[in-house]
Antibody, heavy 120, light 108 residues
Framework: EVQLLESGGGLVQPGGSLRLSCTAS???????MSWVRQAPGKGLEWVSV????????YYADSVKGRFTISRDNSKNTLYLHMSSLRVDDTAVYYC??????????????WGPGTLVAVSS | SYVLTQSPSVSVAPGKTAHISCGGD??????VHWYQQKPGQAPVLVIY???DRPSGIPERFSGSNSGNTATLTISRVEVGDEADYYC???????????FGGGTNLAVL
């Protein structure tokens, strides 16, 4: 069974940094992966995608230059390093598995999410 | 950037058919994917590539896409289908992934 489990969320002050992790199990970790977020009471917002090998990364305009997506295929783990955090980055962050494998067109599995709260 | 437009809410009686639309410029030329999100839960993929169903998704869920509108159709609606539904595309011209604003399906 495919499982994705996010960790690393929490409360951080504006301007601060945080690193999210997503541990994958139940499948061979050679798929594109993504982060999608959802602000409280709002809709889904795509954040970032990384290709199967990590050779390509794509970002939403709202996070480009502040967030970095990476992966360690030897550890079946996806990361999102977030810096210069703003209040409007407050959201539940979901780790998702992409399909097709090389570059996600859609997201067929989602983790339960981890909450990031940016507040002073 | 590409915009997907969804109605905020749709209401349907149990046993009837619900149609949830997703509008976009020439969306019929793109592949549309649909997600169901129940309160307090992570989204679940219910339709991909316009009309394909993942394993485990009931045949009551179907999709179509043409012109400027993609549609998720839920037949014989059940109370358990109450959820928010999101459409999504990959915009290959910008390498951006776009979600619609979501539609809340109420089963009355």
């Amino acid at each position: 069974e495919v499982q994705l489990l996010e960790s690393g969320g929490g409360l951080v002050q504006p301007g601060g940094s945080l690193r999210l992790s997503c541990t994958a199990s139940g499948f061979t970790f050679n798929y594109a992966m993504s982060w999608v977020r959802q602000a409280p009471g709002k809709g889904l917002e795509w954040v970032s995608v990384i290709t199967d090998t990590g050779g390509g990364a794509y970002y939403a305009d709202s996070v480009k230059g502040r967030f970095t997506i990476s992966r360690d295929n030897s550890k079946n783990t996806l990361y999102l390093h977030m810096s210069s955090l703003r209040v409007d980055d407050t959201a539940v962050y979901y780790c998702t598995k992409g399909m097709p494998a090389r570059l996600a067109v859609f997201f067929d599995k989602w983790g339960p999410g981890t909450l990031v709260a940016v507040s002073s | 950037s590409y915009v997907l437009t969804q109605s905020p809410s749709v209401s349907v009686a149990p046993g009837k058919t619900a149609h949830i639309s997703c509008g976009g410029d020439n969306i019929g030329t793109k592949s549309v994917h649909w997600y169901q999100q129940k309160p307090g839960q992570a989204p679940v993929l219910v339709i991909y590539y316009d009309s394909d169903r993942p394993s485990g998704i009931p045949e009551r869920f179907s999709g179509s896409n043409s012109g400027n509108t993609a549609t998720l159709t839920i037949s014989r609606v059940e109370v358990g289908d109450e959820a928010d539904y999101y459409c999504q595309i990959w915009d290959s011209t910008t390498d951006h992934w776009v979600f619609g604003g979501g539609t809340n399906l109420a089963v009355l």
